[in-house]
């Protein structure tokens, strides 16, 4: 793996995982020394991080991407359309096999696990439940979403409730996809996303001056 790579990677995760705040300011020079990189892979990496939309250029400098509240409702109308048919598609052409290995997926994650594990998780569920489509387009949309959202998610899964309802819901589509019924499946793929969208903008609204006092750049109204 390239040190561009290896940067980009663990930078990402910081990102992605809150390590780095939304909006935290970052330049070459102390990316160089956090990372034993010199500037020319630093910079490769922050430009393929640009590219994700995960940091901007500030000046001279960088920043980490706020969070954007209309960008999570632009994401739910995005994912319902995305999610909607590769679930209609998982109806007709997932196996049987398939669709236990999601179901393994979700059941291997103990309800007194981490917050990481959690996350995790869901990610990947909505990830593998569009691989039954088998579309890989439908796949990799998902995935971008998801990877859109995480932030968003990590600071909402931080109670039991919400961790059992995502289950729940989750548990709810995977049934109905097992049994080929795909309206239902569609139809509850969808409320899935919008509910998850408001518990997202109500938690961050209901946290905005505790997150920002906290350093983080939340940007918009629900």
Not at 30 to 36: M, Q, T, V
């Amino acid at each position: 793996m390239s040190q561009m790579q290896q940067i980009h990677d663990q930078l990402r995760e910081m990102i992605l995982s809150l390590e780095l705040a939304p909006g935290e300011r970052l330049t070459e020079r102390w990316l160089e020394s956090r990372f034993g990189g010199s500037r020319t892979p630093v910079r490769a990496a922050l430009v393929r991080l640009e590219a994700e939309e995960l940091v901007r250029r500030h000046g001279r400098n960088w920043m980490v991407a706020p969070i954007e509240l209309g960008e999570i409702a632009a994401l739910a109308e995005f994912r319902e359309a995305v999610e909607a048919s590769a679930v209609r598609l998982a109806c007709q052409r997932a196996s049987e096999a398939d669709i236990d290995a999601v179901a393994e997926l979700l059941d291997a994650c103990e309800m007194d696990a981490p917050r990481e594990e959690w996350h995790r998780v869901g990610t990947d569920f909505h990830v593998e439940v569009a691989r039954l489509s088998g579309n890989e387009f439908l796949v990799k949309a998902v995935a971008g979403a998801m990877t859109r959202l995480s932030r968003a998610r990590w600071l909402e899964l931080r109670t039991e409730q919400s961790r059992d309802h995502a289950w729940a819901e989750h548990r709810q589509l995977l049934d109905l996809i097992r049994r080929r019924d795909a309206d239902a499946a569609a139809q509850t793929v969808c409320e899935h996303i919008r509910d998850t969208r408001d518990r997202l903008l109500a938690s961050l609204e209901e946290d905005r001056r505790g997150l920002r006092a906290r350093g983080f750049a939340i940007i918009g109204k629900a």
